[in-house]
């Protein structure tokens, strides 16, 4: 249809934005949202925050808090962990800053760990030496937030057991990785507790909303109760604890209600988009794809292309801006966390790894609703400019 309309009216046509990673709605959402209108549950908390709890829980086969946003998640998360002023904490590189910021809302201090070059997530050895080094200096960490990078599970089979040997726990930041496997485990089960994110450009949305998530009910309930006020038991507020604003609303949880029904769909859809631009881009030279370990199963959030600077002249800045001429959004790799004014201050173990990543990658369009003919028109401008 596009392609005849632009035949047609020529280049005068504009076209619809392709979006990164839009909200896709899977057609029930709006008759949840309705339902609680009609039994004017409309005030936070009720019977579909339960409900959605109640069904992620089970495809995670966990204990699972709804909640305002990931990064909320993750901030309960650090702070069940105990983690407070002068802690300091290790984190992914290369991530999102929301996976660091909740480390200084505790006043704690993040250390950052460089990725490895066969996942992109945390480099295993790299974090076993610095614990070896930091241990005999006295100064282990509190914890480790370990990021399921772009939809890829980190290799927690090695770095379970690496911080198991200190009995430091691990803070899983899963927000981009619903859905995603590995060693035949589902993303956000590694943690001692997790954290996804609803936000509107993950994998399902509820508009804005995340999950504290973990095996341990204790935990879960001590998160839910510092997400409600941190309100005592009793008739009168009573506190003992800083508490927090931080629970999902019941709006929000019907819609997040309809995105597990279609969960599933997203998941092969965007691991079929991702399959298409490698099958039809993965044979320029210099072109190259985020690699996915023989053992874990992806969701393929984002579609991640590289660039080799040696074959291919053109930068992912110089790329990004070609791609919006044509009203397609792309985007850069996430910035590496050391590479961060705002994180300057802070240590940072190797680094080099993510740095040339991102100094190299650009994300394309990999949304579930993206139609083969949107597909089509992204990889057509691809070729035309890096061709
Ligand atoms: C999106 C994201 C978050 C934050 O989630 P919000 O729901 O936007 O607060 C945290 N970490 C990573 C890696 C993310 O991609």
Known sequence: MRAILSLILGDCVMRER???????????????????FASNWIAP???????????????????VCALASGTSALHLGLLTMGIG??????????TFSASCNVIRYCNAEPVFIDSERDSWQMDPDLLAQKLEEDDKAGKLPKAVVVVDLYGICADFDRIEKICGRYGIPI????????GSTRFGRRCGTFGKVSGFSFNGNKIITTSGGGALVS????????????????REPGPCYHHLTIGYNYRLSNIL??????????????????????RRYMAELGNIEGIGFMPEPGDAVSNKWLTVMTLDPNVIKKSP?????????????????????????VFEPFEC????????IFNRSICLPSGSSLTDDDQTFVIDAVKKYLG
């Open 18 to 36: 392709i979006f990164l990673s839009p909200p896709d709605m899977g057609g029930s959402e709006q008759r949840l949202v309705s339902e609680a």
């Open 171 to 178: 803070l899983e930041d899963s927000a981009e990785a619903l």
């Open 253 to 274: 949880a019907a819609v997040g209600c309809g995105q597990m029904m279609v969960l599933d769909k997203h998941f092969e859809r965007r691991r079929a988009i991702n």
């Open 85 to 94: 002023s002068g802690d300091r904490v290790y984190c992914s590189d290369f």
């Open 215 to 230: 095996k341990d009910e204790s935990i879960v309930k001590r998160a839910r109760f510092l997400a409600t006020q941190a």
């Open 45 to 63: 908390l009720g019977p579909f925050v339960d409900r959605f709890e109640q069904e992620l829980g089970a495809y995670l086969d966990s204990h």
């Open 317 to 341: 800045e110089e790329l990004r801006l070609l791609l919006e001429t044509e009203n397609i959004e792309s985007r850069h790799a996430w910035k590496p966390m050391h590479m961060q004014p």
């Open 349 to 356: 173990v190797g680094g080099a790894v993510c740095e040339e």
